[in-house]
């Protein structure tokens, strides 16, 4: 069988959500630990509230819209938070 190359993985960037990736994937931690998942279609994390990290549990949702973080985040002017962190 000839060599072809692979397509590339597509990620959707979803606003207050999680990175849905294209599976399977092998996600490597900030400590080098590896965990792989084979499913056609994971959720990422990116609010760190799940029990489940680095996937998804939608804890997003039932606690509220994930804080955006990097040089994108812009502070809400509306946000009626008490200062702590998740």
């Not at 072809?4 to 959500?17: A, C, I, K, L, N």
């Amino acid at each position: 069988m000839a060599n072809t190359p692979e397509r590339p993985r597509r990620v959707r960037v979803q606003r207050d959500g999680p990175l849905l990736i294209e599976g399977p994937v092998e996600v490597v931690g900030e400590h080098g630990e590896v965990t792989v998942s084979r499913r056609f279609t994971v959720a990422i994390c990116t609010c760190r509230r799940s029990r489940i990290f680095p996937w998804c549990d939608t804890s997003h949702r039932r606690r509220g819209a994930c804080k955006p973080s990097g040089p994108a985040a812009r502070p809400d002017p509306e946000a009626t938070r008490d200062g702590g962190d998740a």
